[in-house]
Protein backbone atom coordinates (compact mmCIF):
# COMPACT_ATOMS: atom_id res chain seq x y z
CA UNK A 1 0.00 0.00 0.00
CA UNK A 2 1.26 3.15 -0.85
CA UNK A 3 1.08 5.80 1.66
CA UNK A 4 2.51 9.00 -0.26
CA UNK A 5 1.00 9.69 -3.78
CA UNK A 6 2.15 12.61 -6.17
CA UNK A 7 -0.14 14.65 -7.69
CA UNK A 8 -0.84 17.42 -10.27
CA UNK A 9 -3.84 20.27 -10.35
CA UNK A 10 -4.46 20.82 -14.04
CA UNK A 11 -6.27 24.03 -14.39
CA UNK A 12 -6.28 26.94 -11.79
CA UNK A 13 -7.12 30.16 -12.24
CA UNK A 14 -7.09 32.56 -9.93
CA UNK A 15 -10.42 32.06 -7.90
CA UNK A 16 -11.58 28.64 -9.42
CA UNK A 17 -12.06 25.24 -8.31
CA UNK A 18 -8.49 24.29 -9.02
CA UNK A 19 -7.82 26.29 -5.53
CA UNK A 20 -10.09 24.13 -3.40
CA UNK A 21 -8.36 20.65 -5.15
CA UNK A 22 -4.35 22.11 -4.56
CA UNK A 23 -5.48 23.32 -0.62
CA UNK A 24 -6.51 19.46 -0.30
CA UNK A 25 -3.58 18.36 -1.79
CA UNK A 26 -1.22 20.18 0.05
CA UNK A 27 -3.50 19.14 3.50
CA UNK A 28 -3.87 15.51 3.00
CA UNK A 29 -0.84 13.74 4.48
CA UNK A 30 -0.83 11.16 1.99
CA UNK A 31 -0.42 13.01 -1.19
CA UNK A 32 2.36 15.63 -2.25
CA UNK A 33 1.48 18.55 -4.97
CA UNK A 34 4.18 18.17 -7.45
CA UNK A 35 2.84 20.09 -10.22
CA UNK A 36 0.43 23.04 -11.22
CA UNK A 37 -0.34 23.57 -14.79
CA UNK A 38 -2.23 26.14 -16.39
CA UNK A 39 -2.36 27.42 -19.96
CA UNK A 40 -2.52 31.01 -19.07
CA UNK A 41 0.99 31.51 -17.35
CA UNK A 42 0.07 35.03 -15.50
CA UNK A 43 -2.05 32.67 -13.41
CA UNK A 44 0.23 29.86 -13.26
CA UNK A 45 2.88 31.80 -12.08
CA UNK A 46 0.52 33.41 -9.48
CA UNK A 47 -0.55 30.16 -7.86
CA UNK A 48 2.61 28.79 -7.89
CA UNK A 49 3.84 31.72 -6.50
CA UNK A 50 0.93 31.29 -3.46
CA UNK A 51 0.67 27.69 -2.83
CA UNK A 52 5.21 27.19 -3.39
CA UNK A 53 4.07 24.47 -5.82
CA UNK A 54 6.11 24.70 -9.08
CA UNK A 55 3.95 25.17 -12.29
CA UNK A 56 3.90 24.18 -16.45
CA UNK A 57 1.92 25.07 -18.91
CA UNK A 58 1.15 21.91 -21.17
CA UNK A 59 -0.37 18.83 -19.42
CA UNK A 60 1.38 16.74 -21.95
CA UNK A 61 4.25 17.57 -19.90
CA UNK A 62 3.44 15.83 -16.92
CA UNK A 63 2.57 12.39 -18.84
CA UNK A 64 5.78 10.79 -18.88
CA UNK A 65 6.68 12.26 -15.12
CA UNK A 66 7.05 9.37 -12.81
CA UNK A 67 6.49 11.16 -9.67
CA UNK A 68 3.16 11.71 -10.66
CA UNK A 69 0.31 9.14 -9.47
CA UNK A 70 -2.97 11.17 -9.69
CA UNK A 71 -4.10 14.40 -11.80
CA UNK A 72 -6.69 16.42 -10.99
CA UNK A 73 -8.48 18.11 -13.69
CA UNK A 74 -10.28 21.16 -13.43
CA UNK A 75 -10.26 22.35 -17.05
CA UNK A 76 -13.07 24.11 -19.11
CA UNK A 77 -15.51 20.56 -19.73
CA UNK A 78 -14.72 20.09 -23.51
CA UNK A 79 -11.32 19.21 -22.62
CA UNK A 80 -11.63 16.73 -20.13
CA UNK A 81 -12.24 14.00 -22.53
CA UNK A 82 -8.87 14.29 -24.06
CA UNK A 83 -6.88 15.10 -21.13
CA UNK A 84 -8.80 11.93 -19.00
CA UNK A 85 -8.00 9.58 -21.53
CA UNK A 86 -4.37 10.62 -22.19
CA UNK A 87 -3.60 10.58 -18.26
CA UNK A 88 -5.06 6.81 -17.78
CA UNK A 89 -2.73 5.94 -20.98
CA UNK A 90 0.10 7.00 -19.34
CA UNK A 91 -0.81 4.98 -15.93
CA UNK A 92 -1.98 7.99 -13.97
CA UNK A 93 -4.80 7.82 -11.87
CA UNK A 94 -7.47 10.84 -12.64
CA UNK A 95 -10.32 12.91 -10.25
CA UNK A 96 -11.76 15.03 -12.82
CA UNK A 97 -14.33 17.94 -11.83
CA UNK A 98 -17.93 17.57 -12.74
CA UNK A 99 -19.69 17.27 -15.31
CA UNK A 100 -17.50 14.57 -16.47
CA UNK A 101 -17.80 15.94 -20.62
CA UNK A 102 -20.50 18.03 -22.31
CA UNK A 103 -21.46 15.17 -25.09
CA UNK A 104 -22.50 11.63 -24.89
CA UNK A 105 -19.13 11.11 -27.53
CA UNK A 106 -16.90 12.44 -25.16
CA UNK A 107 -18.52 10.18 -22.68
CA UNK A 108 -18.13 7.59 -24.63
CA UNK A 109 -14.46 7.98 -25.28
CA UNK A 110 -13.59 8.44 -21.58
CA UNK A 111 -15.81 5.26 -21.00
CA UNK A 112 -13.36 3.54 -23.43
CA UNK A 113 -10.23 4.72 -22.14
CA UNK A 114 -11.50 3.71 -18.98
CA UNK A 115 -11.49 -0.05 -19.79
CA UNK A 116 -8.15 -0.15 -21.26
CA UNK A 117 -6.50 1.29 -18.24
CA UNK A 118 -5.83 -0.23 -15.13
CA UNK A 119 -5.98 3.02 -13.05
CA UNK A 120 -8.51 4.39 -11.48
CA UNK A 121 -10.78 7.52 -12.50
CA UNK A 122 -12.75 8.91 -10.33
CA UNK A 123 -15.54 12.00 -11.00
CA UNK A 124 -15.86 14.91 -8.85
CA UNK A 125 -19.86 14.58 -8.57
CA UNK A 126 -19.20 16.94 -5.27
CA UNK A 127 -22.57 17.04 -3.72
CA UNK A 128 -22.11 13.45 -2.52
CA UNK A 129 -19.79 14.80 -0.08
CA UNK A 130 -21.76 17.75 1.31
CA UNK A 131 -22.71 17.05 4.76
CA UNK A 132 -26.64 18.11 4.74
CA UNK A 133 -26.65 15.64 1.24
CA UNK A 134 -24.80 12.62 2.85
CA UNK A 135 -26.94 12.66 6.02
CA UNK A 136 -29.75 12.28 4.02
CA UNK A 137 -28.94 9.74 2.44
CA UNK A 138 -28.55 7.86 5.53
CA UNK A 139 -31.98 8.29 6.53
CA UNK A 140 -33.57 7.32 3.35
CA UNK A 141 -31.41 4.24 2.89
CA UNK A 142 -32.71 3.48 7.15
CA UNK A 143 -36.37 3.49 5.31
CA UNK A 144 -36.79 6.28 7.76
CA UNK A 145 -39.28 8.18 5.29
CA UNK A 146 -40.28 5.26 3.98
CA UNK A 147 -40.35 4.94 0.15
CA UNK A 148 -39.37 7.86 -2.22
CA UNK A 149 -42.84 9.05 -4.26
CA UNK A 150 -41.18 12.81 -5.49
CA UNK A 151 -38.01 14.62 -5.38
CA UNK A 152 -36.82 17.60 -6.54
CA UNK A 153 -33.50 20.17 -7.00
CA UNK A 154 -32.34 23.08 -7.79
CA UNK A 155 -29.40 24.59 -9.36
CA UNK A 156 -29.77 28.28 -8.13
CA UNK A 157 -26.74 30.81 -9.63
CA UNK A 158 -26.24 34.13 -10.75
CA UNK A 159 -23.20 34.21 -13.22
CA UNK A 160 -24.27 38.26 -13.95
CA UNK A 161 -21.69 38.60 -11.11
CA UNK A 162 -18.71 36.12 -12.83
CA UNK A 163 -15.89 37.13 -15.13
CA UNK A 164 -17.07 36.32 -18.80
CA UNK A 165 -14.85 33.63 -19.62
CA UNK A 166 -15.09 29.98 -21.09
CA UNK A 167 -18.64 29.34 -19.57
CA UNK A 168 -19.81 31.71 -21.86
CA UNK A 169 -18.75 30.63 -25.06
CA UNK A 170 -20.11 30.40 -28.46
CA UNK A 171 -17.53 28.37 -29.59
CA UNK A 172 -17.98 25.47 -27.64
CA UNK A 173 -21.40 26.64 -25.73
CA UNK A 174 -21.89 24.95 -22.20
CA UNK A 175 -25.54 24.47 -21.63
CA UNK A 176 -26.43 25.65 -17.75
CA UNK A 177 -27.79 22.05 -17.51
CA UNK A 178 -25.18 20.02 -17.88
CA UNK A 179 -22.49 22.59 -16.69
CA UNK A 180 -24.36 23.49 -13.48
CA UNK A 181 -28.11 21.19 -12.69
CA UNK A 182 -25.42 18.52 -13.57
CA UNK A 183 -24.97 18.86 -9.52
CA UNK A 184 -28.78 18.10 -8.88
CA UNK A 185 -29.65 15.26 -11.81
CA UNK A 186 -26.41 13.36 -9.83
CA UNK A 187 -28.21 13.79 -6.67
CA UNK A 188 -31.87 12.38 -8.01
CA UNK A 189 -29.68 9.55 -9.71
CA UNK A 190 -28.22 8.74 -6.14
CA UNK A 191 -31.23 8.83 -4.42
CA UNK A 192 -33.51 7.20 -7.20
CA UNK A 193 -31.26 5.69 -9.68
CA UNK A 194 -31.42 6.39 -13.43
CA UNK A 195 -34.10 8.38 -15.24
CA UNK A 196 -35.64 6.94 -18.38
CA UNK A 197 -37.19 9.56 -19.83
CA UNK A 198 -37.07 13.72 -19.27
CA UNK A 199 -39.18 16.44 -20.09
CA UNK A 200 -38.11 20.31 -20.38
CA UNK A 201 -38.86 24.24 -20.56
CA UNK A 202 -36.06 26.65 -21.12
CA UNK A 203 -35.99 30.46 -21.37
CA UNK A 204 -33.24 32.91 -21.82
CA UNK A 205 -34.73 36.14 -20.11
CA UNK A 206 -32.44 36.85 -17.16
CA UNK A 207 -29.03 37.24 -18.87
CA UNK A 208 -27.85 39.21 -21.89
CA UNK A 209 -26.18 38.02 -25.22
CA UNK A 210 -22.48 38.07 -23.88
CA UNK A 211 -23.06 35.32 -21.23
CA UNK A 212 -23.82 33.44 -24.69
CA UNK A 213 -26.05 31.83 -26.55
CA UNK A 214 -27.82 28.91 -24.22
CA UNK A 215 -31.30 29.62 -21.71
CA UNK A 216 -30.42 30.58 -18.46
CA UNK A 217 -33.34 29.36 -17.16
CA UNK A 218 -34.51 25.23 -17.45
CA UNK A 219 -36.90 23.18 -15.78
CA UNK A 220 -36.79 19.48 -16.36
CA UNK A 221 -39.28 16.64 -15.21
CA UNK A 222 -38.07 13.10 -15.18
CA UNK A 223 -39.28 9.33 -14.87
CA UNK A 224 -37.26 7.29 -12.57
CA UNK A 225 -37.24 3.65 -11.59
CA UNK A 226 -40.21 2.22 -8.94
CA UNK A 227 -42.33 4.89 -10.35
CA UNK A 228 -41.05 7.71 -8.56
CA UNK A 229 -41.37 11.34 -10.25
CA UNK A 230 -38.37 14.14 -10.25
CA UNK A 231 -37.96 17.39 -10.88
CA UNK A 232 -34.87 19.77 -11.64
CA UNK A 233 -34.51 23.24 -11.73
CA UNK A 234 -31.52 25.41 -12.91
CA UNK A 235 -31.43 29.48 -13.27
CA UNK A 236 -27.35 31.37 -13.66
CA UNK A 237 -29.00 34.34 -14.25
CA UNK A 238 -31.23 34.19 -10.60
CA UNK A 239 -30.91 36.93 -7.42
CA UNK A 240 -29.00 33.92 -5.36
CA UNK A 241 -26.51 34.55 -2.44
CA UNK A 242 -23.79 32.12 -3.90
CA UNK A 243 -24.44 28.44 -5.29
CA UNK A 244 -27.72 26.83 -3.98
CA UNK A 245 -28.74 23.53 -4.42
CA UNK A 246 -32.62 23.17 -2.63
CA UNK A 247 -33.40 19.81 -2.32
CA UNK A 248 -36.62 17.91 -1.34
CA UNK A 249 -37.47 14.31 -0.68
CA UNK A 250 -40.88 13.16 0.00
CA UNK A 251 -41.36 9.86 1.03
CA UNK A 252 -44.24 7.61 1.59
CA UNK A 253 -43.61 8.20 5.61
CA UNK A 254 -41.67 11.21 5.79
CA UNK A 255 -40.08 14.30 4.07
CA UNK A 256 -36.61 15.78 4.22
CA UNK A 257 -35.84 19.37 3.38
CA UNK A 258 -32.39 20.69 2.61
CA UNK A 259 -29.61 22.65 0.93
CA UNK A 260 -25.94 22.50 0.69
CA UNK A 261 -25.73 26.01 2.05
CA UNK A 262 -27.95 25.58 5.35
CA UNK A 263 -26.65 24.53 8.92
CA UNK A 264 -29.59 22.07 9.35
CA UNK A 265 -31.55 19.85 7.34
CA UNK A 266 -35.52 19.26 8.01
CA UNK A 267 -37.06 15.74 8.59
CA UNK A 268 -40.98 15.72 8.69
CA UNK A 269 -42.60 12.84 9.48
CA UNK A 270 -46.07 11.54 9.72
CA UNK A 271 -46.26 10.75 13.45
CA UNK A 272 -42.66 11.41 15.86
CA UNK A 273 -41.82 11.72 19.00
CA UNK A 274 -38.63 12.20 21.02
CA UNK A 275 -37.93 8.20 20.86
CA UNK A 276 -37.72 9.30 16.46
CA UNK A 277 -35.63 12.32 16.80
CA UNK A 278 -33.03 10.06 19.02
CA UNK A 279 -32.64 7.84 16.45
CA UNK A 280 -31.58 10.17 13.85
CA UNK A 281 -28.16 11.41 15.19
CA UNK A 282 -28.06 14.57 16.31
CA UNK A 283 -31.90 16.03 15.65
CA UNK A 284 -33.73 18.42 17.61
CA UNK A 285 -37.80 17.70 17.98
CA UNK A 286 -39.59 21.02 16.93
CA UNK A 287 -43.18 21.49 15.84
CA UNK A 288 -42.04 22.40 12.42
CA UNK A 289 -40.08 19.06 12.37
CA UNK A 290 -36.90 17.54 13.07
CA UNK A 291 -34.11 19.87 12.63
CA UNK A 292 -31.19 17.47 12.13
CA UNK A 293 -27.42 20.22 12.62
CA UNK A 294 -24.83 20.03 9.58
CA UNK A 295 -21.74 21.43 9.20
CA UNK A 296 -21.17 23.72 5.99
CA UNK A 297 -18.79 22.88 3.25
CA UNK A 298 -20.83 22.45 -0.52
CA UNK A 299 -17.44 21.86 -1.89
CA UNK A 300 -15.76 19.35 -0.15
CA UNK A 301 -13.10 18.76 -1.93
CA UNK A 302 -10.55 17.33 1.45
CA UNK A 303 -12.92 14.53 1.82
CA UNK A 304 -13.20 14.00 -2.05
CA UNK A 305 -9.46 13.14 -2.05
CA UNK A 306 -9.12 11.56 0.84
CA UNK A 307 -12.55 9.31 -0.41
CA UNK A 308 -9.89 8.67 -3.29
CA UNK A 309 -7.10 7.76 -1.82
CA UNK A 310 -8.16 5.04 0.60
CA UNK A 311 -9.92 3.82 -2.69
CA UNK A 312 -6.23 3.25 -3.94
CA UNK A 313 -4.64 2.13 -1.08
CA UNK A 314 -7.28 -0.31 -0.73
CA UNK A 315 -7.74 -1.16 -4.37
CA UNK A 316 -11.65 -0.69 -3.92
CA UNK A 317 -14.24 0.36 -6.87
CA UNK A 318 -14.74 3.93 -7.69
CA UNK A 319 -18.27 4.73 -6.57
CA UNK A 320 -18.63 7.70 -8.66
CA UNK A 321 -16.45 6.26 -11.61
CA UNK A 322 -16.77 7.22 -15.55
CA UNK A 323 -20.36 5.32 -15.92
CA UNK A 324 -21.82 7.67 -12.92
CA UNK A 325 -20.63 10.75 -14.79
CA UNK A 326 -21.64 9.51 -18.16
CA UNK A 327 -25.18 8.90 -16.63
CA UNK A 328 -25.43 11.81 -15.04
CA UNK A 329 -24.73 14.15 -18.35
CA UNK A 330 -26.90 11.54 -20.46
CA UNK A 331 -29.95 12.76 -18.51
CA UNK A 332 -28.83 16.29 -19.14
CA UNK A 333 -28.30 15.83 -22.88
CA UNK A 334 -31.57 14.44 -22.91
CA UNK A 335 -33.37 17.38 -20.81
CA UNK A 336 -31.87 20.21 -23.31
CA UNK A 337 -33.01 18.09 -26.36
CA UNK A 338 -36.43 17.98 -24.88
CA UNK A 339 -36.20 21.39 -24.05
CA UNK A 340 -35.30 22.47 -27.99
CA UNK A 341 -38.12 19.82 -29.32
CA UNK A 342 -40.81 20.64 -26.62
CA UNK A 343 -40.83 17.21 -26.85
CA UNK A 344 -40.52 14.30 -23.67
CA UNK A 345 -37.35 12.79 -24.66
CA UNK A 346 -35.76 8.83 -23.89
CA UNK A 347 -32.54 8.81 -21.92
CA UNK A 348 -29.92 7.54 -23.98
CA UNK A 349 -26.88 6.12 -21.82
CA UNK A 350 -23.73 4.89 -23.29
CA UNK A 351 -22.58 1.74 -23.83
Known amino acids: MKNKYGVAVVG???????????????????TEPIMI????????????????????????????REDIDIAIICTPDNL???????????????????PLALTLEDCQKILDAEKKSDSKL??????????????????VDEGVIGEITYIESEYAHNYSVMPIHWRNSYEVPRHPFTGGACHSVDLLRWFCGDPTEV??????????PKYGPCDDTMCSLMKFPNDVVGRVFVSIGCMSPGTGIRTLIYGTKGTIVMANNDRHITLY??????????????????????????????????????DFIDILQNDKDVDVNAREGANTVAVCVAAIESSKTGMPVKVKYCE
Not at 12 to 30: A, C, F, K, Y
Not at 199 to 208: D, I, P, Q, S, V
Open 269 to 306: LGSFGFEKSDKILGGQLYKNGIQIPVSLNSHNTAAELA
Open 12 to 30: ISLEGIGNRHITSVIQNVN
Open 122 to 139: MVGQICRKTPAFVKAKQI
Open 199 to 208: FAYGNHKLLG
Open 80 to 98: HADMIADFLAAGKHVLCEK
Open 37 to 64: CEVNEEWAKNRSEHYGVPYCTDYHDLLD
